[in-house]
């Protein structure tokens, strides 16, 4: 399993860097609505849909909510002159993190309240919509931030995110798998452990604080970005504990079977539909 998730990764990874750094905003944004649309059939099994044409139904729902914003809020609208976030796109932003905190919750709760929101597949869907509609608004807005000055500078915004979310991906997996003793969250994914966790977050900071040395940083820098990789590290947890609560609740071991050894789109952009919207939010207002 561990040499097909590398495998997996190195081809990956690259056609994923290229798309963030060479495609158009424009397609950059069609290709991050097709990884949500993939996203929301994988979601389907998780509401309970066994029948194809529902799962197509909501796929066709969250690219007409996805569709919605693009139409009110042209790409080059997000940001204005003074490199401020439009206001409407803060607020849906903002409701991306009243969900995650809500899903924090239900995640820490559970089994407790599941039969309530479980019994409802209306509640699923719009849990999937929270989940999916502001990631992709999310990667927009980062990838459209000082467009026409620098068409990279986006594109950058994004990578430090990718190195958040993966290096404490990997640091978790590695340091529990090696001193892993006590579960972060047994009811939810057993495998998780206290000391992956706080082994990812110290991966993830030491690999930024790499990048921000070879960048020449200020000291002020370093606080700042240090901090918003705390955050992000602890976030894409929930993110990882979101969808195993949900297929552990559906009895799903994996989203999908598209990326061998990781199973779906779902399974490995876990922690990114968590931490996006944040990491966007973060940038908005703190900048560095």
Request: with cysteine; proline share 3%; net charge positive.
């Amino acid at each position: 399993m561990l040499k097909q998730r590398i495998i997996t990764a190195l081809l990956l990874a690259p056609l994923a860097i290229a798309a963030i750094f060479y495609m158009s905003l424009e397609y950059f944004s069609i290709f991050i609505a097709a990884v949500m649309a993939i996203g929301a059939w994988e979601w389907g099994p998780l509401m309970g849909f066994e029948n194809k044409r529902r799962r197509i139904a909501f796929v066709i729902t969250t690219i007409i909510l996805i569709k919605a914003i693009w139409y009110y809020f042209p790409l080059m609208s997000l940001w204005d002159a003074q490199a401020e976030l439009n206001s409407t796109i803060q607020a849906i932003l903002w409701v991306a993190v009243a969900w995650w905190l809500l899903s924090a919750a239900l995640t820490f709760l559970y089994p407790r309240y599941s039969a309530f929101w479980s019994s409802h597949r209306s509640i699923r869907g719009v849990f999937g919509w929270l989940t999916l509609v502001p990631t992709w608004l999310a990667f927009v807005v980062l990838r459209a931030n000082d467009y026409e000055v620098d068409p990279y500078q986006g594109a950058q915004l994004i990578m430090f995110l990718f190195l958040m979310v993966w290096s404490a991906d990997v640091g978790a997996y590695f340091v529990g798998k090696s001193i892993g003793k006590h579960k972060l969250m047994p009811n939810v994914s057993p495998g998780k452990t206290m000391e992956g966790f706080i082994g990812g977050v110290i991966f993830a900071c030491i690999l930024v604080a790499i990048a921000g040395a070879n960048l020449g940083w200020t000291q002020q820098q370093f606080i700042l970005v240090l901090g918003v990789t705390v955050i992000i590290t602890t976030i894409s947890v929930l993110g990882d504990l979101n969808e195993s609560m949900f297929k552990r609740q559906a009895g799903i071991k994996d989203s999908g079977t598209i990326l061998p050894g990781h199973g779906g789109i779902l399974d490995r952009i876990d922690s990114l539909t968590a931490t996006a919207p944040i990491y966007a939010l973060c940038y908005a207002y703190l900048g560095w």
